[in-house]
Structure formats: structure tokens, C-alpha cells
């Protein structure tokens, strides 16, 4: 594992198009069917892993419209699907979104060390708590739980997890045959846990991983979501649009995890999501950038999905130059709130009409990561060494731009001696510079017997 500072790089690929990209699969190098094609799948990663980048990141929801981005309407299961990419890479960290508000610890602890195990230590788990409030119908309930249950459940549900993945030691398994004991069944453990939000008795019949835990990642803004990252959170999923914010929510989060929570900070790496549009120059990558825009953003698609934060209230429904509706934040309460109140602000502060206010997230600012492979190599290097963030989630949106990232770009930054020439580590933990936590259990019988092996 490197001692210096090194750049973390994660790769998000988006299908047919996610968010703000619903003409993405027009692209012919994308198949039509990409976001259910395990082939493609493979392509991405064996790619991102050819740019020797630390992870892949398989975002994930439960909830459609028939508006939907395309990726949204027709997608794969991420845990499902990192275990097919586990088989066809080698070192690539393999991390999926999956919530804590509609599954159950033992089940998803399962899941996820069993993926731990098939990838040789390479898992992550994004944690969530589900913004698409309308995920609650398609599990049972009249509607989704208010914020404090929604990271109640989440605190208790990833110490849970974290306990079951230790519910063998490391050597619990003897496999001898010339004595026939195949396992020690003292260093088997029941968990009994009795809590506010699960009960669950344990032990978990699966034994750890070489990187001891799938590594935890959270992506929450809010104050709870904060939290919930400081104190478990080992990589943290955010967007910042500029360098200032950037920074402001790296202090914070570093800050949070060192003072409320003990933690070292350097174990919690940050990466923000990006788009990067690499071009032969600055003003080539521009003019892409700028033809990208403009067939991805219609009005229309942009209207609908500024209802998202808001539980995909529908917006269609409002004169479009009368002043924003402001009562509709209600209806993001158990949504993407954070979201909600942030756009309902801004347009209150602006005295924006909601076609202003939807047109404001549709002309976004000159992206940052936009130039020829030495302009983005440089605007990567600058956010990095101003502490605005440990490393970047980049989006693949057009596989040949993705391409030139690897191609092009990475090389650079290799030269600049801020990212990995080649993987020292075959975990996820030591691409990330975390540490492999010790079992519960044998750590709390090595500090009980400390005389033990001397
Ligand atoms: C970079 C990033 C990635 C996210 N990925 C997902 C995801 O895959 N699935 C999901 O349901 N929510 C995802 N979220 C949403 C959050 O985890 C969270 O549920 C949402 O932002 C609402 O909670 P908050 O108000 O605490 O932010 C993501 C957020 C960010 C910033």
C-alpha cells in the first residue's frame, strides 16, 4: 500500500443514460440495451480497470414513472451484477448502492459478504437510505419513513451488518481431515441483537472476507446523512459544483468523523461525482460538451425531473410563469429533502417563476473537468491538492470520452506521480488506504489474554 497521498478514482457507468441524459443510448458505440447488458457491463469494467481506477460504482433505485431516464426504466440488480463483473476482473473495487430503508440486514449482510468473497475482497456497499419515496409501495407501505426513522434504521442496520460479517473468526474453519474437526465452534458467534429498529439472532452462516468487511460507503447531505458518513462512512459519495463547496463539505465530514467520532480521518475518503468532456483542445472539448448539452436537456425532460426531490411530485401541473409554488416542498419530505429545500430556496431567494427555476438546472455552469487531457488532468490535480476532495467518481456516459479518460488522461496523472502506475493491492481497503478491521471477537479476546503469543 502507498504511504503518499495518492488520487482515488471510481467509475459510474450510466447505461442508456441517467439523470439529465435521456438521449444518451442515441449514442450508436452504447447498445440499445446496455443498462441490462452484462456484456457492456464487462466492457466498463475491464476498461475502468485497464485505467487502473480503485472502483466501480453501480448506483441504484426502485421506483419508476414512465418518464424515468432510460437507464432508470430497465436496470440490473447491482449486487447481482457486480458478482458477474467480479468474475471477469481482477482488482477493481466492486461497489453497489443498496438501502437500509426496504431490506434485511441478515439478508443484505449475506448479499454483500458474498460478494466480498467471490471478488477476493473487493466489495463496497453505498449505503442508502432511498430518496424515491414511492419505493415504499413496492415493499408494503403506505408511504416511506420520515427522516429520523429513515437513519435510525441506517446506524443500527450497517453495526448490524458489520457484526454479523464477524461472526467467524478468522480461523474458525480447521478443515482438518486427518483429525476430521472441520470447524472450532468457539470462535463461532451468536449475535443476539436486540435493538430499537431489528432483531436478529445470528450468527451469519458465511466467514469473512481477506479485507475482513465489504468497505461502507454513504452519500447522504443532510445533517443526519453527514453524520451517518462520520461515523461509519469509509468513502463518501457527494457532488460539489466548485472547489469552495468542495472543500466546506471535506472539512466538515473530516471534521465530524474526527471530533465526534473518533475516527481517523484519513480513513474516510472523499470522491465527488464528475463528468469529464475530453477533446484534441480546450475549445474542441467545449463544442462537445456544449452538443451534448443541448440534445441531453430538453425542457421537457427537465421539468418532470425536477419533481424527483420532490417524491416525484408533478410539476407539470403549475403555470410555468407564475411565481414557484413554494408549498410543494411538502411533498419532498420524505424524499430527497435535503434537494427539495435547497431548489426551493434558491428559487425563493431569486423570486423565480418555476420555469426559471427549472431552466436553472438545466443551464449548468461550464462543467470544470472539460479540456484537452492535459486541462482535465490539471483540473483534477488542482481540487485534489486543494483538499476539496480525495478523489473523483466519474460518470461514463459516452464510452469514447470514457476512453480518452483512461487513455489520455490517467497517463498524466500517473506522470504527475498523484495516481497508481500499477494496483499494489488486490482489496478494495488497500486501494483506498483503509485498514482490514479485526474481528470483534478476536480482538476482544486479545485484549482479555494479553500474555497469549506474547
Ligand atoms: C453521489 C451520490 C450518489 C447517490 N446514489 C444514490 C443511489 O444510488 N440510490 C439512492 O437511492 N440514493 C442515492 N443517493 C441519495 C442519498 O444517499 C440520499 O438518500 C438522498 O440524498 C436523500 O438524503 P439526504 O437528504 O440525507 O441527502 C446518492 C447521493 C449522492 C450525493
Redesign the pocket.
Known amino acids: 500500500m502507498s504511504t503518499t497521498r495518492q488520487m482515488h478514482l471510481g467509475a459510474v457507468p450510466y447505461g442508456t443514460g441517467g439523470p439529465g441524459s435521456h438521449t444518451l443510448w442515441l449514442d450508436p458505440d452504447i447498445p440499445v440495451d446496455a443498462s441490462v447488458n452484462v456484456e457492456w457491463f464487462i466492457e466498463m469494467a475491464q476498461l475502468a480497470e485497464r485505467g487502473k481506477f480503485d472502483l466501480l460504482f453501480i448506483?441504484?433505485?426502485q421506483f419508476i414513472t414512465p418518464h424515468s431516464p432510460p437507464h432508470y426504466l430497465n436496470r440490473l440488480e447491482p449486487l447481482t451484477l457486480l458478482s458477474a463483473l467480479a468474475t471477469h476482473t481482477r482488482n477493481i473495487g466492486l461497489v453497489g448502492?443498496a438501502?437500509t430503508s426496504f431490506n434485511s440486514p441478515f439478508n443484505l449482510a449475506r448479499r454483500l459478504g458474498s460478494l466480498d468473497l467471490i471478488s477476493g475482497g473487493r466489495a463496497g456497499w453505498?449505503v442508502?437510505?432511498?430518496?424515491?419515496a414511492g419505493t415504499a409501495a413496492n415493499y408494503g407501505l403506505d408511504e416511506h419513513y420520515d427522516y429520523d426513522t429513515r437513519y435510525g434504521r441506517a446506524q443500527e442496520f450497517v453495526e448490524l451488518a458489520r457484526a454479523l460479517w464477524d461472526s467467524y473468526e478468522d480461523d474458525a474453519f480447521v478443515r482438518d481431515r486427518a483429525t476430521g474437526q472441520f470447524l472450532d465452534v468457539d470462535k463461532q458467534h451468536v449475535l443476539d441483537h436486540d435493538g430499537e429498529f431489528f432483531r436478529v439472532r445470528g450468527p451469519l452462516n458465511l466467514v469473512r472476507s481477506p479485507q475482513g468487511h465489504p468497505v461502507i460507503f454513504q452519500?447522504?447531505?443532510?445533517e443526519?446523512?453527514r453524520d451517518l458518513g462520520a461515523s461509519v462512512g469509509e468513502g463518501i459519495?457527494?457532488?460539489a459544483p466548485d472547489i469552495p463547496s468542495g472543500r466546506a463539505f471535506y472539512d466538515d465530514l473530516k471534521t465530524r468523523a474526527r471530533d465526534r467520532f473518533g475516527r481517523n480521518p484519513d480513513h474516510v475518503v472523499i470522491m465527488p461525482?464528475i463528468q469529464v468532456v475530453v477533446g484534441d483542445t480546450d475549445e474542441e472539448a467545449r463544442e462537445i460538451e456544449a452538443h451534448n448539452h443541448e440534445r441531453d436537456h430538453s425542457f421537457a425532460a427537465a421539468l418532470r425531473e425536477f419533481g424527483r426531490p420532490f417524491g416525484w411530485h408533478d410539476f407539470t401541473q403549475y403555470d410555468l410563469d407564475a411565481p414557484f409554488p413554494a408549498e410543494t416542498l411538502r411533498h419532498g419530505e420524505r424524499s430527497?429533502?435535503?434537494?427539495a429545500k435547497e431548489l426551493t430556496q434558491r428559487a425563493q431567494d431569486n423570486g423565480w417563476t418555476l420555469r426559471q427555476a427549472v431552466e436553472a438546472t438545466r443551464v449548468r455552469r461550464k462543467g470544470e473537468f472539460v479540456g484537452s487531457p492535459r486541462t482535465v488532468a490539471d483540473k483534477l490535480v488542482e481540487w485534489w491538492e486543494a483538499r476539496a476532495c480525495d478523489g473523483f467518481?466519474i460518470g461514463i456516459d459516452h464510452p469514447a470520452n470514457f476512453r480518452r479518460v483512461v487513455d489520455e488522461v490517467v497517463p498524466l496523472l500517473q506522470e504527475r506521480g498523484v495516481f497508481r502506475e500499477d494496483y499494489d493491492s488486490t482489496l478494495l481497503r488497500g486501494h483506498l488506504g483503509l485498514p482490514v478491521p479485526k474481528n470483534r471477537y478476536t480482538a476482544a479476546s486479545a485484549v482479555l489474554s494479553p500474555v497469549v503469543g506474547g
Open positions: 448506483v441504484d433505485s448502492t438501502t453505498n442508502v437510505t432511498t430518496g424515491d452519500a447522504g447531505d443532510s443526519q446523512g459519495f457527494t457532488f461525482g430527497f429533502y435535503t434537494r467518481n
